[in-house]
């Protein structure tokens, strides 16, 4: 056998292991990650992309029949270097960023398991690796799909409280003018290029663009089912690094608080600012608050129609540079005593 056709059995081997050990660990999604090492799906976006050869199409086949389903059942196919058509937007590419490609998956409507039957479920991940911060590139879609008429709705899920820089950010954007719900997904490069996946879907019944989870603000019901309390997702200082372990605590759906050390050569009011900056970019209202070289501490109101109030402290330890971060919500809290001041 010559070693042309060798070689490609054999990349074909490993690429069948590969995404069976994907699917069956069912995080089939990162497929788009794993295919870009493929030297078809590696050319920039610049329109027109390298027709693939026979070996590289029957490659794509065999990831396209072993990525998992859309629900009901349904397609899959890959675009690689490609945007999808027909999208209710036009795609923002940040500068400098690379288009992997997309993933489009289709289903028949049904939900099997459940025997309901739903709108037509259609769901489009864009792939895209992109160079800045993750904060810098919230920015950036902020105000590119805003120009759309697409507004991101601080639709909160399970992954909220202090987390570590190296998080995944996420935002829902919204359109009156359309039935569609768009993700952002920011996996920051450690070190490199940003993982950035847009996710556009119409599931019309689950979507976080219905209700009651468009406008349910605060007390929005969590995708895991069942309601939680609205935390917003922090993310420490680059270079900080979190206790193990993020003591949290809920009331019964009536309040709750996160508290974790952190170690982090700021000072208590610098540190007290970053996150304060962020609660803020999550629609929370700043009410009162004050800092001392040991200690910080402000009064919140939380976005949404319902009376939720937050309470944020920022306090020194014993240890050089570990700070503890206290973050306390309740429906209708009023301020400690002591804590009352003048609304900014």
């Not at 902020?142 to 991101?152: E, F, P, T, V």
């Not at 050089?320 to 009023?334: A, D, F, Q």
Request: charged content about 15%; overall charge negative.
């Amino acid at each position: 056998m010559s070693q042309g056709p060798r070689r490609i059995q054999m990349h074909l081997r490993h690429i069948l292991v590969t995404t069976i050990a994907l699917a069956v660990t069912s995080i089939g999604i990162m497929a788009v990650g794993f295919i870009t090492t493929l030297p078809w799906l590696a050319t920039p976006f610049a329109g027109a992309t390298q027709r693939p050869t026979p070996a590289e199409s029957s490659l794509r086949d065999l990831i396209e029949a072993l990525l998992p389903r859309a629900a009901g059942g349904g397609t899959v196919r890959l675009l690689p270097g490609q945007m999808p058509p027909d999208l209710p937007f036009e795609v923002p590419l940040p500068p400098g960023s690379r288009l992997v490609g997309t993933i489009i998956r289709t289903g028949d409507g049904r939900d099997t398991s459940t025997e309901m039957t739903i709108a037509q479920v259609a769901t489009t991940e864009i792939a895209f690796d992109a160079p800045g911060s993750p904060e810098e590139l919230l920015v950036f879609f902020d105000r590119a799909l805003s120009a759309q008429g697409w507004h991101n709705i601080h639709y909160q899920d399970l992954n909220n409280g202090f987390l570590s820089n190296q998080a995944a950010r996420s935002r829902s954007y919204c359109s009156d003018e359309s039935d569609h719900a768009v993700g952002l997904t920011i996996n920051p490069g450690q070190p490199g290029p940003n993982d950035v996946r847009l996710q556009v879907s119409q599931a019309r019944t689950f979507s976080p663009c219905a209700e009651p989870w468009r406008s349910g603000g605060a007390a929005a019901l969590s995708p895991g089912g069942g309601f939680t309390e609205p935390f917003p997702s922090l993310y420490a200082p680059t270079g900080a690094r979190l206790g193990v372990g993020d003591r949290s605590s809920a009331y019964g759906g009536g309040g709750g608080q996160h508290q974790i050390a952190i170690e982090i050569p700021l000072s208590v009011a610098d540190l007290a600012a970053h996150y304060g900056g962020q609660l803020e970019t999550a629609g929370w209202k700043h009410q009162a608050g004050d800092a001392a070289p040991g200690f910080a501490w402000s009064t919140w109101r939380l976005p949404g129609e319902e009376e939720w109030q937050g309470l944020f402290f920022v306090s020194a330890s014993a240890a050089s540079n570990e700070r503890w971060l206290y973050l306390r919500i309740e429906k209708g809290m009023p301020a400690p005593r002591g804590l009352h001041g003048q609304e900014r």
